[in-house]
């Protein structure tokens, strides 16, 4: 109950194209969604997150759509472009107060100039 | 700005050798985390401690330990290393003692068990 399942495990896609990386919990004490980007030889960063009050959340061409009946979330990059060429990660925490993270398998994300 | 340091950044130890992985942020977070990375499996949390004084178990902590040594810094300790235990480990902060906060990740240890 406390997995979080990502997928596509990679993706390739062409400069300006969509990227979508979909993630889906069990869990509804889940209340913080965060997206985490990596790239090669780096830690995970934060990239963008969402709290399940709301149903999507645009920073730039970053846009993470929540569906709390379906208990899935999704990462979309749009006009994707080469320098966006990493690892993502989905993750949820757990209930208040347990400072957990639990984080998806990864997508690597490839974008062909 | 430093934010959080990891030493070593790489590392070859035989079977059943002992090591100590170290970790410390400069950003007067709370909060600490040890999460380990494997191919296919993401990122996996071993230990936490949510303030100083405080350490608890993850998803994957058989065959570590822990320990807080102050606000600052937060070790992790290999007592008889295994194969199983290559990977690349990330310490982690964050400032937030509820739900919601950034976790701010050093750059990894990679660790090698042969």
């Known amino acids: 109950q406390q997995q979080v399942k990502q997928s596509p495990q990679s993706l390739i896609v062409q400069k300006g194209g969509i990227s979508i990386i979909n993630c889906a919990y069990e869990n509804t004490a889940f209340d913080y969604f965060p997206w985490y980007q990596q790239f090669p030889g780096k830690g995970p960063a934060l990239l963008i997150a969402i709290r399940p009050d709301v149903s999507e959340k645009k920073e730039g061409r970053f846009t993470i759509s929540f569906n709390k009946s379906a208990k899935q979330f999704s990462l979309h990059i749009m006009d994707s472009q080469p320098g966006d060429s990493a690892t993502y990660f989905c993750a949820a925490s757990a209930l208040r107060g347990t400072y957990k993270y639990i984080f998806g398998t990864g997508t690597r994300l490839k974008v062909l100039a | 700005n430093a934010g959080v340091t990891q030493t070593p950044k790489f590392q070859v130890l035989k079977t059943g050798q002992s090591m100590t992985l170290q970790c410390a942020q400069d950003m007067n977070h709370n909060s600490m985390y040890w999460y380990r990375q494997d191919p296919g499996m993401g990122l996996r949390l071993i230990y936490y401690s949510a303030s100083e004084g405080t350490t608890d178990k993850g998803e994957v902590p058989n065959g570590y330990n822990v320990s807080r040594l102050n606000k600052r810094e937060f070790s992790l300790r290999l007592e008889s290393a295994a194969p199983s235990q290559t990977s690349v480990y990330f310490c982690?902060?964050?400032?937030?003692?509820?739900?919601?906060?950034?976790?701010?990740f050093g750059e990894g240890s990679r660790l090698t068990v042969l």
């Open positions: 982690a902060s964050s400032a937030y003692t509820g739900v919601g906060g950034e976790l701010f």
